[in-house]
């Protein structure tokens, strides 16, 4: 059985959560809470908290992690009634549950994120403009979080034709798919659960990817060795994965490949940007939004100084 434990914080403390995870090795995602009360053109509007999610396999690691949260949940003054736990079934789809959090966005005025069981947007009849059509599953990602916002803001900026990347940690394939759908050449998206990497399959199909411009990869960061190096690297994770990943990075792209680094939380985002400079990185843009970063960078030519 798994045992799936719900926080609902404050937008400033969902880092600290996914912190707490990359250290104990549990799996986390998260989602804002909305509210669908029409105030927006896209007819919801952000609560300022957001739904962290940690899963546990098994009684004694739920024991270990309910104890470790007990102690995150006093330290930060939340009351103990903010979690929630439910079990399930290690093969039941627990993202059914959260349907409830995802709905269309649309984005840099053209591009539009469209989770399948919503309806389209006006948005989607605007001349050029990218439609990513999404399916949950067992992986997470629907464009609605802050960090994917702020990636496909900065590629919208971006010329890809032609070009090649990697997508590390690529959740349901979103930016992928919009470099796809944009001119590039080829992507090759790293998820660790297989899972996740049905997943993307199934999304790229829903997106009419062609197979030979999209392939999938279960792989762990740490033992994944690309083949050869491409133009473009997409990193929307989180920071504790960015920095302890920072001497592989150059390993995936040519020099003067640009990158796409986001998942930058506001307490880490000085290190990130340290340790990227420290490693062979120039910084042309950075973006923010609430307590989210996302950086555009340059892998330096050897020329460079």
Known sequence: ????????????????????????????????????????????????????????????????????????????????????SEKYAENKNWMENFKEFFKPIEIADKIVVRPTWEPPLPAENKPGATIILIEPGMAFGTGTHETTKLCLELMSETDFSGKTLYDLGAGSGILSFYALKNGAKEAIAIEIEEEAVENLKENAALNKIPEDKFLPVCADL?????????????????????????????????????AFFSGIGMRLAEEVKQGLQNNGWELLEERLMNDWRALLARLKKTSDK
């Open 1 to 84: 059985m798994q045992t799936q434990f719900t926080i609902v914080v404050p937008d400033n403390l969902e880092e600290s959560l996914f912190l707490l995870g990359e250290i104990n090795y549990f799996p986390v995602f998260s989602a804002p809470v909305i509210l669908e009360e029409g105030k927006t053109e896209m007819g919801y509007s952000l609560t300022g908290k957001t739904s962290v999610t940690l899963t546990a396999s098994g009684d004694d690691e739920a024991n270990k992690l309910k104890e470790l949260l007990l102690i995150w949940l006093k330290e930060n003054d939340i009351p103990f009634s903010a979690m929630t």
């Open 222 to 258: 740490a033992n994944f060795k690309p083949e050869k190096p491409a133009d473009v690297l997409l990193a929307n994770i989180d920071s504790p994965t960015i920095l302890k990943n920072l001497n592989f990075f150059p390993s995936y792209l040519k020099k003067g490949g640009l």
